[in-house]
């Protein structure tokens, strides 16, 4: 007989496949397994046949465990099922916005933003100030944007998180820290003088409207593939590293 490919018993099967990533953390009794699953004995054992089959599940009595190939498999399977369903989650924002500019550091952790949760507000209140962020921005030890525009909120925005005295971190396109310079000089150069303020500006294009990273997760506002500025999708909790 003529044995199905690894990828086949791995990802034809829901139940396999839940099986394996129930197992990681250890061996469970088939009872734990069943309510686990939701499903019938009759069900999962000839499902469980396969993956003893395949040297991935091992048995003792009524307990089952994952075999050191299994547990290769299974946690190396777990961030690509996240990262499949975190990409999954919303899909149209991502297929309608520019992804170039999305940092690699970011795409690297993107399994650890699956709650996230994108703002499409109308053309009406497309730059109304996100209350919520702001609230965790001013709550924030440090707050990082990078920026390729004015939104209206920015000077006030700006000068409430440094009476606060959250450190700000401001990344511009030469392009528009030249036109803040030169329309706002004054107020520009005030800030320079906080301690608490640090300006940088970039050389190389920078392909997203803007990215505000705060202390309990960030806000990223990718542009649209026709290049006009798109939704916001924004993260509201993401663990440092």
């Known amino acids: 007989m003529v044995k199905d490919a690894l990828l086949d018993v791995l990802f034809a099967s829901e139940k396999r496949k839940k099986v394996l990533l129930l197992l990681r953390d250890g061996p469970q009794e088939m009872g734990f397994i069943l309510s686990g699953l939701k499903t019938s004995r009759p069900a999962l054992l000839p499902q469980m046949k396969i993956l003893k089959e395949r040297n991935l599940l091992y048995q003792s009595g009524d307990t089952y465990g994952l075999t050191n190939v299994g547990k290769l498999i299974a946690d190396e399977m777990k961030p690509f099922l996240d990262a499949i369903e975190t990409l999954d989650k919303n899909s149209h924002y991502l297929t309608t916005h520019k992804t170039v500019g999305i940092p690699k550091p970011f795409l690297k952790r993107i399994t650890e933003i699956k709650d996230f949760i994108v703002f499409e507000p109308d053309h009406i209140s497309s730059y109304?100030?996100?209350t919520d962020h702001f609230q965790e921005a001013m709550r924030s030890r440090a707050v990082y944007f990078i920026s390729t525009f004015m939104h209206p909120e920015s000077p006030l925005i700006l000068e409430q998180l440094v009476?606060?005295?959250?450190?700000?971190?401001?990344?511009?396109?030469?392009?528009?820290?030249?036109?803040?310079?030169?329309?706002?000089?004054?107020?520009f150069r005030y800030y320079l003088a906080?301690?608490?303020?640090?300006?940088?500006?970039?050389?190389?294009?920078?392909?997203?409207?803007?990215?505000?990273?705060?202390?309990t997760g960030f806000q990223l506002r990718l542009l649209y593939k026709d290049g006009e500025v798109g939704m916001e999708l924004d993260v509201g909790t993401i663990e440092r590293k």
């Open 128 to 130: 109304e100030l996100n």
């Open 163 to 187: 009476k606060k005295g959250v450190c700000v971190l401001l990344i511009l396109t030469e392009e528009f820290a030249h036109r803040i310079f030169t329309e706002y000089r004054d107020v």
């Open 194 to 215: 906080c301690n608490n303020v640090k300006v940088f500006t970039c050389k190389k294009e920078i392909n997203i409207s803007s990215l505000t990273v705060v202390d």
